[in-house]
């Protein structure tokens, strides 16, 4: 295929194509389905003639699913770079690439013949999440000609990410413990997660990390709010009585109070999707506002966790290849589901779940990442002196270049 007859193809089109070769119940599964069924009978010396047809299939559906990332990158589309780099469109769940990566990414595919692209590739067992924090780093890398430039940026983007999200595991875990024994002494009910600016504002929290003069202010706030306003952010309270046998909208099991709402409705001659419909409705005026949308991020976030540790493929062979590092990403999953878990239904075994799988997810955190967290320091000091050393050559070629403008305006000179 030509540069100019590739620039005319739909990229559609070349997918769909692609997908014929490798897709399900297409041309590479029928081969190697008629080449298991000779291995079977004993003939399948009878297909060698074939043999090379099956690697064939693969390397084409590739270079056309390649092909069509091109075309997608030269208009724009902000998935071409991770088209190319080999992950399927279904695998694309969540976010993309910071906009500077990606211009620099789409650039290097649209201009494959002066830029090698190769960088962009898809590593063995190398998910999108992994993907998306790789490639920053080695867009600064590329662009700066300096890769220890590059593993900064990449290092900085990883520690990062774990600074904001190691110490919420880790204070989740250790709530969890704390109202764990407050529940099991008959001091208090459990709370669900997220839920303490809800508290404050109804000056309910007990929590001592909280500075007095912070709760009367929250306090303050929340008694100056219109009543109908406060419940439709924090909850219902007279619901979670009524129908959770529980104070506080917080203590609340959500799935308790839509069943009860429910079954009430179906008593009074709802239909069953008229009796779903009522308690799901009642379930979410009880949470309120904050807490519904707490439960909507753990959701999102669990799903993309379960995307990325299927693409890790099988698990044995997963932990073999990055060991701690796929720890921790199957316990941040779990800790994401069990913490919106709790949001829902806060109980002993919901909570409980969120101190152990919070504590896990931390650790192995940390220890997947020792040695970037080891080695950052130095790599930042080498950083530092190779852009002094740029700056220095700069100032160099702009006095020399002034000497010569001056010499050239001198007309004595």
């Known amino acids: 295929m030509s540069d100019s007859s590739k620039r005319m193809a739909n990229p559609s089109d070349l997918e769909h194509l692609a997908k014929l070769f490798d897709g399900r119940g297409n041309l590479k599964d029928k081969l190697d389905e008629a080449f298991t069924r000779a291995s079977q009978l004993g003939v399948q010396d009878k297909l060698a003639a074939l043999k090379p047809l099956r690697s064939w299939t693969g390397e084409s559906a590739t270079d056309l699913r390649r092909r069509a990332a ?3 990158a030269e208009k724009g589309d902000p998935k071409a770079a991770a088209l190319y780099a080999g992950f399927k469109p279904e695998e694309l769940k969540g976010p993309l690439l910071p906009p500077d990566a990606m211009l620099i ?17 898809r590593k063995p067992g190398e998910t999108y999440q992994d993907w998306l924090q790789r490639i920053p780093g080695d867009a600064v890398g590329k662009v700066s000609g300096n890769e220890n430039l590059g593993e900064v940026v990449g290092d900085y983007i990883q520690l990062t990410a774990l600074a904001s999200t190691i110490p919420g595991a880790f204070q989740h875990a250790a709530l969890g413990i704390y109202y764990l024994k407050k529940h099991f002494k008959g001091q208090d009910f459990l709370k669900a997660p997220g839920t303490t600016l809800s508290q404050l504002l109804k000056g309910q929290s007990t929590s001592r990390l909280i500075p007095a003069r912070v709760k009367s202010l929250a306090l303050r706030v929340g008694s100056r709010m219109p009543a109908p306003l406060l419940d439709a952010l924090t909850g219902k309270d007279n619901l979670a009585r009524v ?6 909208a917080w203590e609340a099991n959500l799935l308790k109070v839509g069943n009860r709402a429910g079954r ?4 009074a001659g709802a239909s069953r999707l008229g009796a779903f419909t009522s308690g799901a409705g009642t379930a979410m005026r009880t949470a309120g506002w904050w807490r519904m949308a707490g439960v909507g991020g753990g959701l999102l976030s669990t799903g993309i966790g379960v995307i990325d540790v299927v693409q890790e493929g099988h698990p044995a062979t997963a932990f073999k290849r990055e060991g701690a590092g796929y720890v921790a990403k199957v316990s941040g999953t779990a800790f994401n589901a069990s ?3 709790a949001m829902i239904a806060p109980t002993p075994v919901t909570i409980g779940a969120t101190v152990v799988t919070g504590l896990v997810y931390g650790a192995s955190s940390i220890i997947a990442n020792r ?9 930042v000091a080498d950083a530092g002196r190779w852009a002094g050393k740029k700056v220095d050559e700069g100032a160099g070629k702009l006095v020399d270049g ?3 403008l001056g ?5 004595f000179d």
């Open 70 to 72: 091109i075309l997608r």
């Open 105 to 121: 990414a789409n650039a290097s595919i649209a201009s494959g013949e002066k830029f090698d692209a190769a960088w962009l590739e």
């Open 243 to 248: 129908l959770g046998g529980r104070q506080w």
């Open 264 to 267: 009430l409705n179906r008593a």
């Open 339 to 341: 913490l919106t878990a």
């Open 371 to 379: 040695k970037s967290l080891r080695e950052f320091p130095g790599k």
């Open 402 to 404: 002034a000497k010569k």
């Open 407 to 411: 010499s050239a305006l001198n007309p």
